[in-house]
C-alpha cells in the first residue's frame, strides 16, 4: 500500500500521466475554496476519440498502480467528454470540440489556476 496521497498531489499525478500519453491543454483548478464538489478538477484534451479512451485508459491503469481507484466514471462510450471522480479530484477528458462547446475552464474560471512547470 502506498502513502496516502494529498488531493494536489493526486491531481499532479494524474496530469503527468495524462501529459505522457500526448494529452494536450492539461490544466489544474483548485475549487475547494469555491465549491463543495471537490478540491481539484483536471482538464485534459485528447485529439481524438480514440485519444480520449486512450487518455482515460492510461489515467486508470498508472492510477490503479497506485492503489487508486475511480469512484465513479462516465461517458467512456461516448469518447467526446470523460469523466473520471476521484472524490477529491475529477478528471476531464475531453475531445477538442467538447472542450470548447461545455468550456469548463471558463465555468470554473474563479478557481486558482496550479502552477504546472512541474510536467516540463
Known sequence: MRKHM???ELAKQAAKFLYNKKAA?????????ISSLTDYFVFATGTSNTHVNAL????EVG???MD?????LEGYRA??????DYNSVIV???TP????????????QDGENIDMSFLN
Do not use: G
Open 25 to 33: 491543454e492539461i490544466k489544474i483548478v483548485k475549487i475547494e475554496d
Open 97 to 108: 470540440e467538447s472542450r470548447d462547446f461545455y468550456d469548463l475552464d471558463r465555468l470554473w
Open 68 to 72: 487508486v481507484m475511480p469512484d465513479h
Open 63 to 65: 492510477l490503479k498502480a
Open 92 to 94: 476531464h477528458i475531453f
Open 56 to 59: 482515460t485508459d492510461e489515467l
Open 79 to 84: 469518447n467526446s467528454w470523460v469523466l473520471m
Open 6 to 8: 494529498t488531493s494536489l
